[in-house]
Nanobody, 125 residues
Framework: QVQLVESGGGLVQAGGSLRLSCAASGRALRSNAMGWFRQAPGKEREFVAVVNWSGYSTYYADSVKGRFTISRDNAKNMVYLQMSSLKPEDTAVYYC??????????????????WGQGTQVTVSS
């Protein structure tokens, strides 16, 4: 059983910054892409960012490009999402996930089998 635990969410004013962390268990995850997704009330879970197994390739949703940065530290089994210039539209529960496949990268939540419980991010106007 793989476990992912998110932290770092909270209430922040528009224009502010926040850093989310995801602690991952399981040696095999070092060869898997790790992604951040978010889900707002009444909406479907959507892709935010993904980093490949090595940490050297990243992809972002257009809505967060230039504002968010995803990174990972495989030695610590950690994944991060640095968020800046936050907007009220960023308000959602943020989840980290692990792609089920090794040495592959996907922006679809269908390819992610392992999920954390999520952390709430609320951006006030």
């Amino acid at each position: 059983q793989v476990q992912l635990v998110e932290s770092g969410g909270g209430l922040v004013q528009a224009g502010g910054s926040l850093r989310l962390s995801c602690a991952a268990s399981g040696r095999a995850l070092r060869s898997n892409a790790m992604g951040w997704f978010r889900q707002a009330p009444g909406k479907e879970r959507e892709f935010v960012a993904v980093v490949n197994w090595s940490g050297y390739s990243t992809y972002y949703a257009d809505s967060v490009k230039g504002r968010f940065t995803i990174s990972r530290d495989n030695a610590k089994n950690m994944v991060y999402l640095q968020m800046s210039s936050l907007k009220p539209e960023d308000t959602a529960v943020y989840y980290c996930g692990a792609d089920r496949r090794t040495y592959a990268t996907s922006v679809s939540p269908r390819d992610y089998d392992y999920w954390g419980q999520g952390t709430q991010v609320t951006v006030s106007s």
